[in-house]
């Protein structure tokens, strides 16, 4: 489904670039191509420009310099209300003195459709969110999720193949925004439509999405499927920002064979799988994801590195056990390990040995 | 409002004195309006309450000043005039007011505040200034003394009252969903008149009463910009009481009350409606 050749893409953000101000920029020379079908999610801190991206895309904001693309066309230059794309705004932007059915009949309205097709095309789109029976209601006697799957129905029921979806889920509880990530997921897979969401929550950008760009300072950090985003982060704002990440900081010893020495700071010698370091003597920032640290010697597997280690708190969370280590000087190392019935249970001020296969361990930039 | 039992005697003297100025302030803005509605029933052709009115003798009442208002074609005219023009005023100023607050609102606009400080400045510079101004410029341009000049004179007087009931309700207003309809395909005509107009209509009705009854009660600017062919019910009355003391213009007065008091109400029912569908925005 990724796609990189510019031909392919549906959505191509060409060499973009956004000022508010005509002197900083907000988005730096950005360049993504989004294929058909795919599910995109925006991720970055507040600031990064992530948003402002959306906006450009929906038309309500425009590219101080660059082209942006929507099937193959230049879109600068075209209104909003030509765009033909859906949306579902943060906080769902419902009209309040609509009902819920007309509210979604609006779009199908000012497209001109016959009033059968429309009622038709409603009911689908209420049936879809499993709001099917809410059609008289108005958004103000719908809860908070209630008005969100209205606003998801809303933006596809006049069937854009790009929707559009700006922190939609930010204003649930958590069990429902779970629910909802999966439903929205779902909903998107059946009717094969392009997806750009845009949010700051990393595992709500894991789990839905096909691909993930991180967005950070206005430029995209990493553009990567989930998987390669979480186990191998590109450089150390990505390792930081999504899921939990231990830092271990050092100098590049030597780079041969695709492995990195690499000093800590410490005085201990480590192997590393060499990332954005390029040469010998170079600083850098050793990433190791807390699951893949094991300190249970049964466990240990074949090659796999050791240090020292001593616990500084242990935390039981019920499915895990969160173990928080002075490493090597640093002393918010964390390790995680599953509550299985034969695992080990350490006490703060033991002095234990760690481990982890070199391959899991990445040398980024410091 | 109740006093707390541990109020002191200071506390005290300060409350009731407090009550009683309340009082003497709601006496003097009500005794004078309150007061012209029994003598409009007068039977005698005086301004005082008859003995006969004080032993609420039925005698001493009748309909004679109403009688006198619907019949006199002096009165009739003026009415009929009033009529004409308040309404004509009115819908000029709220389709000119509410455009101007939906425009300046939006933060792009450069001199917002500068424009909107001259669109409001009838309400603050003094009426006598506007109407002598108005009357030197219509009178170059050959609107003084016409029906036309007199209506675009009290829409001038009218769009201040839109423009700031309308902004009012523009600050509750959630820009997102003209972005929503905007995204759903429609134009930004269709998005003003399906979607920002059904929700800045409290504010822009309301705005539209006022124009409506500084049309309706205005007598300054009518006497320089009109002339006898816009002879208004205020202007009828102004000479009324200058020409003839008639307990007529009681009654006249006594009909607008009830007419302001109705149009009161129903700016009222609208603020309450109007706070109820914000209650329920989702916002």
Known sequence: MPTDSKADGFVVFDHVQKSYDGDTLVVKDLNLNIGKGEFLTMLGPSGSGKTTCLMMLAGFETATHGEILLDGKPINNIAPHKRGIGMVFQNYALFPHMTVAENLAFPLEVRKMGKSVREEKVQRALDMVQMGSFGGRRPAQLSGGQQQRIALARALVFEPELVLMDEPLGALDKQLREHMQFEIKRIADNLGITVVYVTHDQTEALTMSDRVAVFDDGRIQQLAPPDQLYEKPENSFVAQFIGENNTLEGVVESIKDGTALVKLDNGELIDTVPVNVSAAGERTKVSIRPERVEYNKERLQEGAHTLKAEVLEFIYMGDIFRTRLRVAGNEDFVVKTRNAPDQVRLKPGETIEIGWLPEDCRALDA | MALPTYATTGQKI?????????????????????????????????????????????????????????????????????????????????????????????????????????????????????????????????????????????????????????????????????RAAANMGADPVTTFFRVQMPLILPGVISGGLFAFITSFDEVVV??????????????????????????TILAVATLLVVISICLLTVVELLRRRSERLRGMSPT
């Open chain 2, 222 to 247: 009518v006497l320089f910009v009109g002339s006898a062919g816009q002879k208004t019910l205020p202007w009828q009355m102004f000479t009324g009481l200058r020409e003839q003391i008639s307990p």
């Open chain 2, 14 to 178: 300060w409350h009731y004195s407090y009550l009683t100025l309340c009082g003497l302030i709601f006496f003097f803005l009500i005794a004078p309006i309150i007061v012209i509605i029994p003598l409009s029933f007068n039977a005698e052709d005086f301004f005082t309450f008859t003995p006969k009115m004080l032993a609420l003798d039925p005698e001493g009442y009748s309909l004679k000043h109403y009688r006198d208002f619907f019949t006199n074609p002096n009165w009739q005219q003026a009415l009929v005039n009033s009529v004409k023009i308040a309404p004509v005023a009115t819908l000029l100023s709220v389709s000119l007011g509410t455009l101007a607050a939906v425009g300046l609102s939006q933060s792009h606009v450069p001199f917002r505040r500068a424009i909107m400080a001259v669109l409001i400045s009838p309400m603050i510079v003094p009426l006598i200034i506007s109407a002598a101004g108005m009357y030197f410029f219509y009178s170059r341009i050959g609107l003084q003394g016409t029906y036309f000049g007199v209506v675009l004179a009290h829409a001038v007087l009218g769009v201040p009252f839109v423009i700031i009931t309308v902004t009012a309700t523009l600050v509750g207003f959630d820009r997102s969903l003209t």
